[in-house]
């Protein structure tokens, strides 16, 4: 909607006169330029008078808020929209810009133009005023150092991220001791990414008296054994080894850091010495660790030794050269006996153990056929496996001995050929088997779908073939054969009959589609 040709000739005509009448007859040009920008000044405060009139009227119910409650809404925003309330209206904006707490949460992430960075840190610092501020900000450099150190005793939350599009902004000049030198009264979580070439020298405790959370970006150095403790730390991450920085001391670890529940060490390319290691009593809270080496592994085995006997709920181990399942087995030898689980996932690259507590051990497989050769020795302890079809082919059928073993899932597309059988021509002992789970891949293609259940038969009664008792003779029955959704509309074809020889009840899912009739 426009002004109409009456309205806007009325307003031309009143503005023309105002402005005739007021030149009358002089002649200075600067007076007369004077003049006309007055008549523009007042007509532009006339128009957002209106404006903020039209404003309050048309907003209705969320202008009659207590400007707490208004405040408050906004603060459901993100920080973008939070900027654009403030050209909504003067009212608006007066709420928004009189409550420091709207932009004390402060969030750059990698979008923010590089060159905007530093204005919007510092405008959202003065707004801020003197409340506790929680920052996660992606790109990093000198300048935002500058801004950011002087309010370091308001800081809440302190995130450094980065991403592959940013990392040359973390240069070997980044220096990131502006953190520690200054009392942090009520900081609880500080994460920096790694700069590798750095060393950080931990402050002592009395530094951050309510500190959490510490992710650091590199080798460190711990207080003098003395210091105090930082008693609330209950999350803790470092390197123990770098490129370019000397190792870790970290023998006092649990010293400095009595309450851990998670702990996070990574290795570079050389081994460390085991005096380093964290080697004092290992704290009862802890119960999540995650270590990782991108060098031949020695150190994370060394390390769960010390560790053995501690109770953990889950273990992360990484390592790209070097297979850990063996280690992560002999530390749950240490705080359990069998029958455990295994799962190989294939797709993540990694193999889950877990104990009758179901505490967790997630061990690295880059070898697609790692897992089942390394851990023979282990074999008798595992009372449950989840494995793709096609692992399970190459390595479980060649005279393993399971006799704890009850329960077989299988899934992922099924490989059938007489020649890879041939090729592995062994058996199975497991007496125990009290389950077999197939799960077949999906395929959109029915056509496909078929084919795929087709080869999961014949590779299924091909494996019963080679499951065996403990006498060498063949396992009777399976007392619970259970397929997953995707095998429903195909169960009833003729290629699947032998399972009623081999199976004493057939399931989908959880419903019990067969069961043989026993004599009463």
Known sequence: MTLSNQQRDALYSYVASLFTESVNDRRDASAVDALASDIASVTHKALGDAVEAWNRTACSAMCRLPMELLAHSFSWLNLTDRAKVTAVSRYFR??????????????????????????????????????????????????VAALLAPHISRIRTLILDKTHDTSWILAPTQDISWIFEQPAPILELVKVPPVRHLQTVLPLPAWAPLLRRLELPSTFVLPVSSSGHFDRVTYFSGWMTTDFAADTDASRLFNVFPSL???????TKRYT?????????????????????????????????????HSFRVVNLHS???????????????VASGPWRLDLLVEEKECELRTQDEAV?????????AGFHEVRGFLGTLGSIVAPASVFLHQLTELFNMPSLRSVTLYGAFPWTFEEWEVFDGVLCVPQLQALRLEPAHHAEERWQAGELQDCSRYTEELFRRFTLENGSELPK?????????????????????IYQRASSVYIEDELLWQEETDN
């Open 94 to 143: 007066s709420v928004a810009l009189g409550d420091p707490s709207l932009w004390a949460q402060i969030e750059l992430d990698q979008k923010t133009p590089h060159l905007m960075i530093t204005d919007t840190l510092a405008l959202l610092l003065e707004r801020s005023g003197r409340v506790p501020l929680d920052v996660h900000i992606y790109p990093q450099n000198e300048d």
């Open 261 to 267: 529940k998670i702990l996070q060490l990574s290795f």
């Open 320 to 334: 790209i050269y070097t297979p850990l399942a063996m280690s992560a087995l002999e530390h749950m030898r240490s």
């Open 273 to 309: 010495s085991v005096d380093y290691l964290p080697n004092t009593r290992v704290p009862s809270t802890l119960e999540e660790i995650t270590l990782h080496d991108d060098g031949d592994g020695l150190n994370i085995p060394a390390l769960l030794a010390l560790w053995h006997g």
């Open 478 to 498: 399976v007392p619970r054969l259970v397929f997953s959704e995707v095998a429903r509309p195909y169960v009833g074809e003729e290629y699947w009959a032998w």
């Open 361 to 369: 051990y997630k061990v690295n497989c880059y070898d697609r056929y």
